[in-house]
């Protein structure tokens, strides 16, 4: 190898690492939580009906959104449940972040008297109130049984409480005791309720 071949080969070579930093992707890993209404934290601007195809064909619409990728929601303090689910009538262990510790982060507006509507990705959606929210510990799940929940089962997100250690909740036969705990949730919706309302 000549001295010329040589000096262009070690240039080629030096580029290629910043080639791949610049072609690198962003370390954030793709939305899967959006929160919208009454927040005070943004890190997305309005509903785009050509890009959020989902949301659009939901009839979700915001001016203001936050959005949560795998990541950030593990950053959150984990809660751990067992419930009994009505899918096997086995108890299973459930982990993730509070629902409210979520909505706290994006500066919600909370309060007893207001409510939050839980979206899935089928569509699905129950308005559930902060109060029952608070009272039962909803957590947004991210991990069944120490591994992560699986899309197209009941993951990669699941709003969910523990059944079993709510008293009226446990009396009732399992198929009802989880109306209002949407999997594959994908949105959230902060009512606008006045905090003195």
Known sequence: ???????????????FPIASQAARPSERGPTLLTVTGAIARSNRGPLDPALDQMMHKHQVTFTKAWTFDYGSLLALPPQTIRPTLEYDGKPHTLRGPLLLDVLAHVGATLNDKGSVVLRAVDGYNVELPVAQARARRFIVATHIDG????????GPLWAVYDADRVP????????????????????VEVDHVDAKG
């Open 168 to 187: 009226e909740m446990a009396a009732l036969p399992l198929p009802q005791r989880f109306p209002a705990c949407p999997w594959a949730l994908y949105h």
């Open 147 to 154: 591994n992560p929940m699986p899309l197209g089962g009941l």
């Open 1 to 15: 190898m000549n001295k010329r071949q040589f000096l262009g080969a070690a240039a080629a070579a030096g580029a």
